[in-house]
């Protein structure tokens, strides 16, 4: 068994881990591709007449019902996850997510349909929001339920890396259609590739998880029925509290990192200091890619010198560098490039929050627990970050900054007390050997 737990990842392990992170990548370019094209679809989907405010109000409104959606599609398919299997769940997020975005692309707009075309879409975006609850938690507890044990940490932070290429895949094809195009193009016909694009691919990837297998963890409880005799949900509420908490105050770092670092910053740099846009997004697309490097990275370390260690020092040098990049960007823009690549380098510590939500719950109850806490903190500070950020910089222009240092503040706390859990077992496992 021991063996087991410390051999290297076989063929079988790589293919799992590029299939689970091929399809993460397009269902999360499936629920970002909204935002890029916002200005034309709340320009087709909503009367002409209105308030230019309200349009994008309503606009904005739709793409938020998303991230509101999420919880509870992400606790329905954890629930059956937890009872009936992971495979199941895993094929069924990427379905319910590639099926809205196709009929997305499809949707005529509010000059055929006239208010039902914004209904429809706000009904499509809810689907959208509960396949992608379902899809992050459930990937990361597939990878790490067919990995070694050993390599659990490399296999989440590839994952996430993954999900991450999934946004830049979106930027990168938003940027080829607006050049491509004109206003009026893509205002015609233009805007519904991208949903075409990211459905077409979405039942492809689809399609290659049928040669994904149920992982032997899951098969095992099975045939040693282990499975959770309540429902999965009561026993994490009522037993596993500490590792909600853990658990919710680790999102809060993943989601307000990538807010405020990768999706906020470039109209920042632009609204405080007059950067061109041409020039922050380039800034944007180099700082994504360092991003997806660090997830990789940090996986890679959490296996070599362990959850704890990892997030203390990676912690700390996200406060570093995301400190210097906003610094930079306000007093020397010819580094901005070498700041924000090295601040989305750093960013990558996030990659280390997986492993440890997924060492926090017990199997029986992992899907579950993990879904719980990710979606519900996703929720609420994946929401009220933009908020909180333009609330602080009516005191300073530094918010932005200020916000990360406090997260990365979090990150170092919850990983001294992952360290001091970590001695207090090694411990207890001493005193019961002896």
Known sequence: MEQEHARPLNRQDYKTLVLAALGGALEFYDFIIFVFFAAVIGELFFPADIPEW??????????????????????????????????????????????????????????TLGIAAPILLLLLRVLQGAAIGG??????????????????????????????????????????INTSMTPQTIAETGWRIPFLLGGAFGLLAMYLRRWLHETPVFTQMQQRKALSDELPLKTVVAHHRQSVVVSMLLTWLLSACIVVV???????????????????????????????FGCIISGALVDRIGAATTLIVGSLLLA??????????????????????????????????????????????????????????????????PIMVTLMMKL????????VLGLAGVGVLVGLWLKRASAQRVLLQQVSAQ
């Open 135 to 176: 899809e992050v938690p459930g990937a990361w507890v597939f990878v790490a339920e067919h990995v070694p044990q050993k390599r659990v940490g490399f296999a989440c932070g590839t994952l996430t890396a993954g999900l991450t290429f999934g946004i830049l895949l979106g930027s990168l094809v938003a940027t080829l």
């Open 396 to 403: 300073t222009p530094m918010a932005p900054a200020y916000y």
């Open 320 to 385: 570093v560098t995301s400190w210097t990049f906003f610094t930079v960007a306000a007093e020397y823009p010819a580094w901005l490039f070498s700041a924000y690549a090295l601040a989305g380098l750093c960013v990558g510590v996030v990659g280390v929050v997986p492993f440890v939500m997924v060492s926090a719950f017990p199997p029986a109850v992992r899907f579950t627990g993990i879904s719980f806490s990710y979606n519900l903190s996703y929720a609420i500070f994946g929401g009220l970050t």
């Open 262 to 292: 990768l999706l906020m910053a470039p109209a920042l740099l632009q609204k405080l200091h007059g950067l061109p846009a041409a020039l922050t997004l380039k800034a944007n697309s180099l700082a994504t890619v360092m991003l997806i």
């Open 54 to 111: 309200l349009r994008q109000l309503q606009t904005f409104a739709i793409f938020a019902a998303g991230y509101l959606a999420r919880p509870l599609g992400g606790l329905i398919m954890a629930h059956f996850g937890d009872s009936k299997g992971r495979k199941k769940m895993f094929s069924l997020s990427i379905l319910l997510m590639a099926l809205p975005t196709l009929a997305m692309g499809l949707l005529p707009t509010y000059a």
